[in-house]
Nanobody, 123 residues
Framework: QLRLVESGGGLVQPGGSLRLSCVPS????????ITWFRQAPGKAREGISC?????YYADSVKGRYTISRDNAKNTVYLQMNSLKPEDTAVYYC???????????????????WGQGTQVTVSS
């Protein structure tokens, strides 16, 4: 069964950092566009960063988050710095086969999803 597995979430104080990982099961990420989404309680799922041949960021995370891909490890990372309480959410990674980030915030365009990892930013 093809799926994604996220890890790296946790509790962190404001201003702290976390690195999330997204690892596929049953396929190679190199041939997919990968996007990180997040969903806070009572809010819609939000696409925040996409990587294909280039990287893209939502304004809410630009300058603080960095998405990267390690093809040798078949892993996509999301480095999150300067975390704020409003970053608290469940974070998901998603994969789709077209190799571009056009309309990357459209959740229905993705083929595979992970189960999510909780990130809580609180003092």
């Amino acid at each position: 069964q093809l799926r994604l597995v996220e890890s790296g979430g946790g509790l962190v104080q404001p201003g702290g950092s976390l690195r999330l990982s997204c690892v596929p099961s049953g396929f190679t990420l190199e041939y997919y566009t990968i996007t990180w989404f997040r969903q806070a309680p009572g809010k819609a799922r939000e696409g925040i960063s996409c990587i294909s041949t280039n990287a893209y960021y939502a304004d809410s995370v630009k300058g603080r988050y960095t998405i990267s891909r390690d093809n040798a490890k078949n892993t996509v990372y999301l480095q999150m710095n300067s975390l704020k309480p409003e970053d608290t959410a469940v974070y998901y990674c998603a994969a789709r086969r077209n190799l571009h980030c056009a309309r990357y915030t459209s959740a229905q365009t993705y083929d595979y999803w992970g189960q999510g990892t909780q990130v809580t930013v609180s003092s």
